[in-house]
Antibody, heavy 115, light 113 residues
Framework: EVQLVESGGGLVQPGRSLKLSCAAS????????MAWVRQAPTKGLEWVASISYGGSNTHYGDSVKGRFTISRDNAKSTLYLQMDSLRSEDTATYYC????????WGQGTLVTVSS | DIVMTQSPSSLAVSAGDKVTMSCKSS????????????LSWFQQKPGQSPKLLIS???TRETGVPDRFIGSGSGTDFTLTINSVQAEDLAVYYC?????????FGSGTKLEIK
């Protein structure tokens, strides 16, 4: 059974950093591209970033480009999202998901950016 | 960027009704190389993660009831729910995975009278 379990969310002040993790199991992690998708409170879904199965190719949404970094450790079957220079508008539940069709999602981890 | 426009934003129906919702993309999502439309539909129930219902515009995921039907091609797509059930209360999103940045529609909220 495919499982994606996010962690690392919490309350952080504007301008600070936070690193999210997503532990994957139930499939060969190194065979698949991975992604982060977020959802602000009461809002819709927004794709954040994607990374290729080997980690060499990454793509970012315009709203996070230059501030967020997606990475992975295939030996640990873990996906990461390093979030720097956080803003209040980054407040959201962050989901780890498996593209291209996003057939699998984690339960999400809430990031709140507030002073 | 490909803009995804969903309509209506919300609708209220009675159990047993047929529902149709629309998703329009600003560019064609059809890949001639792979002969498919790179469009997915998701269902998100209150307090839950999104769930993939349909990919490639019309391919239902395993375990998804056959009352959910995806159709369309190019830039115009439709999700139809035949004989809506109370458990279908949710927000439905379309998403294109034809090109980066990946983009979602703003959602259609389905309420059951």
């Amino acid at each position: 059974e495919v499982q994606l379990v996010e962690s690392g969310g919490g309350l952080v002040q504007p301008g600070r950093s936070l690193k999210l993790s997503c532990a994957a199991s139930g499939f060969t992690f190194s065979d698949y591209n991975m992604a982060w998708v977020r959802q602000a409170p009461t809002k819709g879904l927004e794709w954040v970033a994607s990374i290729s199965y080997g980690g060499s190719n990454t793509h970012y949404g315009d709203s996070v480009k230059g501030r967020f970094t997606i990475s992975r450790d295939n030996a640990k079957s873990t996906l990461y999202l390093q979030m720097d220079s956080l803003r209040s508008e980054d407040t959201a539940t962050y989901y780890c998901a498996r593209p291209a069709t996003f057939a699998y999602w984690g339960q999400g981890t809430l990031v709140t950016v507030s002073s | 960027d490909i803009v995804m426009t969903q309509s209506p934003s919300s609708l209220a129906v009675s159990a047993g009704d047929k529902v149709t919702m629309s998703c329009k993309s600003s560019q064609s999502l059809f890949s001639s190389e792979y002969q498919g439309n790179y469009l997915s539909w998701f269902q998100q129930k209150p307090g839950q993660s999104p769930k993939l219902l349909i990919s490639l515009a019309s391919t239902r995921e395993t375990g998804v009831p056959d009352r959910f039907i995806g159709s369309g091609s190019g830039t115009d797509f439709t999700l139809t729910i035949n004989s809506v059930q109370a458990e279908d209360l949710a927000v439905y999103y379309c998403e294109q995975y034809y090109s980066y940045p990946l983009t979602f529609g703003s959602g259609t909220k389905l309420e059951i009278k």
